[in-house]
């Protein structure tokens, strides 16, 4: 199984600062069609997850282009470019190259 | 938008059998994935498994061959049944669409496992 680690795991961020959060897999999530399957959750405070980023670095529909994301092989990042505070929340990345589909533990994003 | 909504019992005896629905608001089941998640409190989140309207399913072996999910098209519903439940299965479980890119999920539900 694939195992996801996250860094930091709290992230408290000053608004109008940047922010980044790291996450690594246990093995690589590229495919062989070229495409790493990796992607990016936010849960907010008492609400559902939802998806922020796709395929590394693909932004949902309606996401702000504040996020963004990179990585390759084994290494990927999530960077908000100057965090606002409805960013505050859980930040989940998900290996979705391989059954059993995993998550890290979070990160939790909070203001100062 | 669509929208999911799961509905079951918040409360289920040890060694029984958790029972979850879906509900999905659109006639879309045929289009996607349908996925299971699930939450420990405090927790991160656990990915359960995920159906096809076609019935193929892929679930998470950690589960030891407990769970089932199910699709009921006529319905536009999907459930999930984890059979002989401990208090370790106390979590908020979210039904999703999608099985990796899960792009629309349902508010989740509160399940507590106790004797």
């Known amino acids: 199984d694939i195992v996801m680690t996250q860094s930091p795991l709290s992230l408290p961020v000053t608004p109008g600062e940047p922010a980044s959060i790291s996450c690594r897999s246990s093995?690589?999530?590229?495919?062989?069609?070229?495409?790493?399957?990796l992607n990016w959750y936010l849960q907010k405070p008492g609400q559902s997850p939802h998806l922020l980023i796709s395929l590394v670095s693909n932004r949902a529909y309606g996401v702000p282009d504040r996020f963004s994301g990179s990585g390759s092989g084994t290494d990927f990042t999530l960077k908000i470019s100057r965090v606002e505070a409805e960013d505050v929340g859980v930040y989940h990345c998900?290996?979705?190259?391989?059954?059993?589909?995993?998550f890290g533990q979070g990160t939790k994003l909070e203001i100062k | 938008q669509v929208q999911l909504q799961e509905s079951g019992p918040g409360l289920v005896k040890t060694s029984e059998t958790l029972s979850l629905t879906c509900i999905v608001s659109d006639d879309s089941i045929k289009s996607y994935f349908w996925s299971w998640i699930r939450q420990p409190p405090g927790k991160g989140l656990e990915w359960i498994g995920y159906?096809?309207?076609?019935?193929?399913?892929e679930y998470n072996p950690s589960l030891k061959g407990r769970v089932i999910i199910s699709v009921d098209t006529s319905k536009n519903q999907f459930s999930l049944k984890l059979n002989s439940v401990t208090a370790a299965d106390t979590a908020l479980y979210y039904c999703?669409?999608?099985?990796?890119?899960?792009?629309?999920w349902g508010q989740g539900t509160l399940v507590t496992v106790s004797s």
């Open positions: 093995q690589s999530l590229l495919h062989r069609n070229g495409q790493s399957y």
């Open positions: 998900m290996q979705a190259l391989q059954t059993p589909y995993s």
């Open positions: 999703a669409r999608g099985a990796g890119d899960l792009d629309a």
């Open positions: 159906i096809y309207y076609t019935g193929i399913t």
